[in-house]
Nanobody, 119 residues
Framework: QVQLVESGGGLVQAGGSLRLSCAASGRISSINTMTWYRQAPGKQRELVAAITSGGSTNYADSVKGRFTISRDDAENTVFLQMNSLKPEDTAVYYC?????????????WGQGTQVTVSS
């Protein structure tokens, strides 16, 4: 099986920074797009940022200019650098990977990491 393990969440004051990591393990042939989502209490899960295997990126309007997504394909890891954090960024952040394993393409999810931004 493919496992995604997120880390880097925590409590930070408004204006601060955090760096999330998501490492994929398992017998993976390739990883296509890697995506960060978040879900705040009482709200639907939303896309935060995505990065393709070619390095193209896409961001939610609410995080543009503050968050940066990157990836290390040698380590099957995706990162989310979050700067100028706001209380409204408080949520559980989830990693998603579009990965190919034994010729089969599937989507995999991590368990989530809590980010709390205090005002």
């Amino acid at each position: 099986q493919v496992q995604l393990v997120e880390s880097g969440g925590g409590l930070v004051q408004a204006g601060g920074s955090l760096r999330l990591s998501c490492a994929a393990s398992g017998r993976i042939s390739s990883i296509n797009t890697m995506t960060w989502y978040r879900q705040a209490p009482g709200k639907q899960r939303e896309l935060v940022a995505a990065i393709t295997s070619g390095g193209s990126t896409n961001y939610a309007d609410s995080v543009k200019g503050r968050f940066t997504i990157s990836r290390d394909d040698a380590e099957n890891t995706v990162f989310l650098q979050m700067n100028s954090l706001k209380p409204e960024d408080t949520a559980v952040y989830y990693c998603n990977a579009d990965a190919t394993r034994f010729g089969r393409r599937s989507y995999y999810w991590g368990q989530g990491t809590q980010v709390t931004v205090s005002s």
